[in-house]
């Protein structure tokens, strides 16, 4: 039997990065501050039906804080390995998930529009399968031996299907 090597032919971790993104966030992270400067320092009520003002130190912490502090740790890390295809969803998967060679009856790079085939983006299931992506509208679908589909969201997917062809190249010598 032979040793896997853990080191991944190819490795790509994917960020949050969208300016359109960080300018929504942001915007809703200051109107939740804002509000509670307003009503708590200001002493002027927050809006037509002003919420407690421990109700409104909880939505500042949880989206004026949490909501930008998320979408910033948040990550896919895509690595290809003697073994498979292992990615890992930041902070919704702890470990790496791992879809083996001897499950992938075939791939291919695709272009998609991430609203529309999988109504955005993130861990999103769609008419076209499952998906996992964080940007842009490329990446590489592997058809699974079950039937599934997965779409794995790149920056880079020819480089990603490269390593893929060395890997099952390798297995089937």
């Known amino acids: 039997m032979s040793k896997v090597n853990v080191n991944p032919l190819y490795r790509e971790v994917q960020h949050f990065r969208q300016l359109w993104l ?85 791939f291919d790079v695709q272009t998609y529009r991430a609203i529309r085939d999988y109504s955005g983006w993130g861990i999103r299931y769609g008419r076209r399968g499952k998906a996992y992506n964080v940007s842009g509208n490329r990446g590489v679908q592997l058809q699974l031996s079950n039937g599934e589909r997965i779409l794995i969201g790149s920056q880079h997917p020819e480089e990603m299907a490269e390593a893929l062809n060395a890997v099952l190249g390798r297995r089937r010598l």
């Open 22 to 106: 960080w300018i929504l966030l942001l915007s809703i992270s200051l109107t939740t501050m804002w509000g509670m400067v307003q009503q708590i320092v200001l002493g002027k009520p927050f809006g037509n039906n002003p919420a407690p003002d421990i109700v409104l130190i909880v939505i500042v912490v949880v989206i004026g804080f949490g909501l930008p502090i998320l979408f910033y740790v948040m990550n896919l890390t895509i690595e290809v390995r003697d073994d498979g295809v292992h990615f890992r969803f930041f902070p919704f998967h702890i470990s790496f998930r791992k879809i083996g060679l001897e499950d992938i009856n075939g």
